[in-house]
């Protein structure tokens, strides 16, 4: 299909009819023009279709509602999906749902919103109960929808949800949210009903047709939210392009024993290195995964090994999904010619791949990246120097803490991002902004970072949080402005109240000293002192790259 036709579409289906596409980023979105093209290759793409850009720059413009031409023809191709799938949007006995994710055409990692789940309501939960056998399951996906779409087409409170959690847990003895029954899941929902009645004042939406409704204004309304624009301030990117929206078959990481989520790199993001990098969790659903709410696994053997975590890899766990898994990845790497980011999803032991795209790394890992590329003969040399920014060589060269012999770390947590920063703890985004228009450095301490903190991570000079993983929303947007961070410090204590937090049986005010080694993850009192390598292999071999293009 030609280009300029391919603009104005309004809808691109995949994975499931006759047509083939070419993917188009401008129109489809980077996420809907690779599911397109990972489609068109053969890959496990669960079939979906894409709504273009051109639509949510309406809707983000201040269009209230989808035209009914466009509702029609969203209908129609839900019609083609329920025959293609065998099930049935909004009804039994084997209701089909849906994800509904935002794709703009420039990469803005964690910026905007998805909702998972959509389709469920009081009669879909009961035909899901008795389609699987497992109540627990259908109980549990009906819970994550509704604080989903509550948190992001309401804009209610996600602690609020939170907070029933952690009561129910406690009050059923259970550490976490996998391990809550049927019964306490299913009281969790009624809970959750009553929390958007009270709190919006309108019961929760049972038609399907009207969830997919509101949760499409809501995703493309996202493109203007105040995180979203921050970050493309910060990146210098343009406000004008909108989000397009991507619809697809439910897969489900929640499913059984068998059923995991997580995140893969094919090259690892920290420091360049070819081998398989990323993290996954068992019975969960990917947004527990990236939004650093809960600490995920290892996805290799070789890296919880590295971290001394008593937890299986995916890599042990599921041994044939992950050699799976790392096969795709090596396409994936080959077909786009960069380092590959991987959204997956493992249901009853089947792989189905959710997004991919190229990674975000830190300046150093770019810089391997790019040489290795070349000596694999994956790109030439001018692609090596187009990839790398030259303007942040300096940054290239990663500094340590250089602590004196003796001196002990006060926590430490999961490398997420090298570098070192040195500044005053502040618990908030605010704080943390306010501190550097006073001319100071601040260290941002989170329990977990999430895309209404962007201006905050923008501002501060590093950043802690005490839970979520490598792959977390802490560590890629920390990563992609180069700014160390630290992931998963669990022995660090936060106390908002007082403004505190303890660790290492020491108590930590608001406004001390502390320095963070993002390349270590640690943590350490004071101001420490910091040593800075010189120029490596690497580097040296890129700067001659960049001498021949000059003669």
Not at 480 to 499: N, R, Y
Request: proline share 5%; aromatic share 6%; charged share 20%.
């Amino acid at each position: 299909m030609a280009k300029d036709k391919l603009q104005n579409s309004v809808l691109f289906p995949f994975g499931f009819g006759a047509r083939a596409l070419v993917p188009d980023a401008g129109s489809m979105g980077i996420k809907g023009a690779n599911l397109i093209d990972m489609a068109n290759i053969g890959l496990p793409v669960p079939p979906g279709f894409v709504l273009n850009t051109l639509l949510g720059q309406k809707i983000a413009s201040g269009q209230d509602a989808l035209e009914s031409s466009v509702r029609k023809e969203i209908r129609n191709t839900i019609d083609e999906l329920q025959n293609h799938m065998g099930r049935q949007f909004g009804a039994g006995p084997s209701p089909l749902l849906l994800s509904v994710r935002s794709g703009a055409a420039i990469s803005m990692p964690g910026m905007m919103d998805t909702v998972l789940n959509l389709g469920l309501n009081t009669t879909t939960v009961a035909a899901l109960c008795e389609e699987t056998g497992d109540p627990r399951f259908a109980w549990d996906s009906y819970r994550r929808f509704i604080q989903s779409f509550a948190m992001v087409v309401l804009d209610l409170d996600g602690e609020d949800f939170e907070d029933v959690l952690d009561e129910l847990r406690d009050s059923n003895r259970v550490e976490t949210d996998a391990e809550l029954t049927a019964p306490a899941l299913q009281e969790a929902v009624q809970i959750f009903l009553q929390i958007v009645e009270q709190t919006s004042g309108k019961a929760f939406p049972q038609d399907v047709f009207a969830q997919l409704d509101l949760a499409l204004l809501a995703v493309f309304n996202s493109w203007n939210t105040s995180r979203a624009r921050r970050y493309r301030d910060m990146h210098n990117l343009s406000h004008v392009g909108g989000t397009a929206a991507v619809i697809q078959a439910m897969v489900f990481g929640n499913r059984d024993s068998n059923s995991c989520t997580g995140v893969y790199f094919t090259r690892n993001p920290s420091n360049g290195t070819a081998a398989p990098y990323g993290e996954y969790m068992p019975n969960a659903q990917g947004e527990e995964v990236v939004s650093g709410i809960r600490t995920p696994m290892e996805l290799t053997e070789a890296a919880r090994i590295a971290g001394l975590s008593d937890n299986p890899s995916m890599e042990k766990l599921m041994p044939k999904a992950y050699e799976t898994l790392i096969g795709f990845g090596d396409q994936l790497e080959y077909h786009f010619r960069d380092m590959q980011e991987i959204e997956f999803t493992v249901e009853s032991s089947n792989l189905f791949l959710l997004q991919t795209r190229n990674g975000k790394r830190t300046p150093k890992a770019g810089l391997k990246i790019a040489v290795d590329m070349v000596e694999e003969k994956l790109i030439s040399e001018q692609e090596a120097l187009r990839s790398c920014d030259m303007n942040s060589l300096e940054a290239m060269l990663v500094s340590r803490i250089d602590a004196p012999p003796g001196t002990a770390f006060v926590a430490k947590g999961l490398p997420a991002s090298p570098g070192v920063a040195i500044g005053e703890i502040v618990f908030s985004s605010e704080a943390a902004v306010a501190l550097r228009e006073s001319g100071k450095d601040a260290i941002l301490v989170r329990s977990e970072t999430d895309p209404r903190d962007v201006h905050g991570m923008h501002a501060a000079a590093g950043i802690l949080t005490c839970r979520g993983g490598m792959t977390s929303h802490a560590a890629v947007v920390a990563r992609g402005m180069a700014k160390p961070c630290i992931t998963a410090a669990m022995m660090l204590k936060i106390d908002l109240a007082s403004q505190t937090c303890s660790a290492s049986g020491l108590q930590l005010n608001a406004g001390d000293i502390i320095s963070i080694d993002g390349g270590a993850g640690t943590v350490y009192l004071g101001t420490q002192p910091i040593k800075t390598p010189e120029p490596d292999g690497d580097l040296a071999i890129l700067l001659n790259w960049k001498d021949k293009s000059a003669d």
